[in-house]
């Protein structure tokens, strides 16, 4: 714990911008991450991206007024993550890119939960996320609406590697960082990588018909990617790929308007305004459910619908 603390006290904000209680708080953060260790990436990166948001919108305030209001950040935050159950931290936790090796599973075996600090974490770690119902849904929503609009340009590990690390980091459990932590389990070779080609992949993918028009530029990109792929017909895919993410987001929410008996995961996973799910949605997520028996979060989800 006293490592924690020291540790956490290097990467927070100006102490002498600190609140009274600053210990406590402290304290609190470091019981968290001792708890949930793939959560401090997350922090650094919450805190790093705050600082410069604060920064760049308020220009002509005293810089002591930032730091405050990341003080104020870390006060709210640190209460809805000691309530958070451990699906819900691991994805939020995900949606910021560790750079950690995940496994690809073959078709229809349960998904790997990625590396872990120790084996037994690990094995905690699977357990957690194949029997909660919310990660069930989020993998259906994956399953029926990502997967099948993704084109046989790059493998499908890639695809959802590039939908990952498009995902904005966030401090709570939405039906959208339910989906993300899905992406990042099912995102194989991605983060092993190196960064000069995940940057290149990311860049095109986020390109536009009229960025091809820069052929010298797009070229350099081009020979960056790991895997032979036409310039114009990637740019031209990522679109759909990028939309079929935006209804697998939708979809989720609207399933999650329909469970009767919020527990667990639900219980604190966020409301957003979604129709209910229709009949033809339901039978969908049944199918899926079929298919993939061997996880228990699916009879769980299936049991509160």
């Not at 609140?19 to 406590?24: H, I, L, R, V």
Request: net charge neutral; charged share 20%; with cysteine.
């Amino acid at each position: 714990m006293t490592r924690n603390l020291t540790s956490l006290r290097a990467g927070f904000p100006d102490l002498a911008a600190a609140p009274d209680g600053c210990g406590d708080l402290l304290a609190r953060w470091a019981a968290v991450l001792d708890r949930a260790p793939r959560l401090r990436p997350w922090l650094s990166g919450m805190i790093a991206q705050r600082r410069a948001l604060l920064c760049e919108s308020a220009a002509d305030v005293a810089a002591a007024n930032v730091e405050r209001a990341l003080w104020a950040d870390l006060e709210r935050w640190v209460v809805q993550f000691e309530a958070l159950p451990p699906f819900a931290v691991s994805a939020i936790a995900t949606t910021l890119q560790e750079g950690r090796p995940a496994r690809q599973e073959p078709e229809g075996e349960p998904p790997s939960a990625g590396t872990a600090e120790s084996p037994e974490r690990a094995l905690r770690d699977l357990e957690s996320l194949l029997g909660d119902p919310v990660f069930a849904l989020a993998f259906h929503c994956v399953e029926a609406r990502v997967r099948p609009a993704l084109p046989d340009l790059v493998p499908d590990w890639a695809w959802f590697g590039l939908l990952h690390a498009s995902a904005a980091p966030q401090p709570l459990l939405t039906p959208d960082v339910a989906v993300t932590l899905v992406l990042r389990v099912r995102s194989g070779e991605w983060p092993r990588l190196p960064a000069p080609r995940r940057d290149a992949a990311l860049r095109l993918f986020h390109a536009s018909a009229a960025d091809l028009r820069a052929t010298a530029a797009v070229e350099r990109l081009r020979a960056l990617l790991p895997w032979p792929v036409d310039a114009a017909a990637f740019v031209a895919a990522a679109g759909p790929v990028r939309a079929a993410l935006g209804e697998a987001c939708d979809l989720c929410g609207r399933i999650a308007a329909a469970v009767k008996t919020r527990r667990g995961s639900f219980s604190v996973l966020q409301a957003v305004p979604a129709a209910t799910a229709t009949p033809h949605e339901l039978a969908e997520l049944s199918a899926t459910a079929s298919r993939y028996a061997q996880m228990h979060g699916f009879h769980r989800l299936l049991s509160l619908l």
